[in-house]
């Protein structure tokens, strides 16, 4: 399985941003895709956005759409999230995790990172 490990978590006001990473430690780290998810309190655990291997293949949640931008360096084995404008509602613990290919079930998760949007 892949270790991954999120930082870049924490309080922001609304209409502000926020840059999560996740570090894979996989050397393959190039053949997973990768996805973000978040879980309010309360709430059941929701898809935010995905990106393949490759970075060719994108997919964001409706809620997302046009504020977030998911995107990864193979290099560095690392997938960001970079998040713009943001709102209340996007306030929760927000996990990567990966799949073995794009659509796949995700077997590994990292342990999140907390986001808090003030309004």
């Known amino acids: 399985q892949v270790q991954l490990v999120e930082s870049g978590g924490g309080l922001v006001q609304a209409g502000g941003s926020l840059r999560l990473s996740c570090a894979a430690s996989?050397?393959?780290?190039?053949?997973?895709?990768m996805g973000w998810f978040r879980q309010a309190p309360g709430k059941e655990r929701e898809f935010v956005a995905r990106i393949s291997s490759s970075a060719r293949l994108i997919l964001y949640a409706d809620s997302v759409k046009g504020r977030f931008t998911i995107s990864r360096d193979n290099a560095k084995n690392t997938v960001s999230l970079q998040m713009n404008s943001l709102k209340p509602e996007d306030t929760a613990v927000y996990y990567c995790?990966?799949?073995?290919?794009?659509?796949?079930?995700?077997?590994?998760w990292g342990q999140g990172t907390q986001v808090t949007v003030s309004s």
């Open positions: 995790a990966a799949a073995r290919y794009y659509g796949g079930n995700y077997s590994s």
């Open positions: 996989e050397r393959s780290f190039s053949n997973y895709a």
